[in-house]
């Protein structure tokens, strides 16, 4: 029987070798933290650094203008979104008890199956939010007068 602190890939069972979840959990975690860092720091520059709007036009920071510094705070945030999902699928059976036990006060977990497919709904539910939010948003933008 498999212990719950280890985690088998498939070269790993190849070669008989084990990945700590543990290691596994410190190394997400410290990604998240320099992504966070990372998007911090982008974001203070992008907002405070460089002139606001279209004044930042022609202005360079270490080679990179304003469209690529917003570029990149894309790309970061990205990655951060990333890790903060795979974090969360890594603890979803904590976070499930967390909800069931300690919100809806019921004793019996839901069994692996049905974790998953409240798992899956609710991050088809939060994207099919998050679409929402940016359709509108491209179907209401004004463009400035002429």
């Known amino acids: 029987m498999e212990s719950h602190d280890t985690l088998h890939t498939e070269e790993a069972t190849a070669t008989g070798a084990r990945i ?18 990372a998007l911090s720091i982008i974001s203070v520059i992008v907002q405070f650094v460089f002139p606001p709007g279209v ?11 304003y469209g690529q510094w917003c570029s990149l705070q894309f790309a970061v945030l990205s990655i951060l979104g990333f890790g903060i999902v795979v974090h969360v699928m890594l603890h979803w059976t904590w976070v499930c008890g967390v909800v069931v036990r300690k919100l809806l006060h ?13 798992g899956v709904g609710l991050l088809i539910a939060l994207l099919l939010a998050s679409a929402t939010v940016v359709g509108v948003a491209m179907l209401t933008i004004q463009m400035p007068p002429q």
Not at 55 to 65: C, D, F, P, S, T
Not at 106 to 112: I, N, R, V
């Open 20 to 37: 700590s979840r543990t290691l596994i959990n410190f190394w997400l975690d410290t990604v998240l933290m320099l992504a966070f860092v």
């Open 106 to 118: 019921q004793k019996e977990l839901p069994d692996d199956g049905l974790r998953t497919v409240y």
């Open 55 to 65: 004044a930042a036009k022609g202005w360079l920071l270490w080679r990179m203008n």
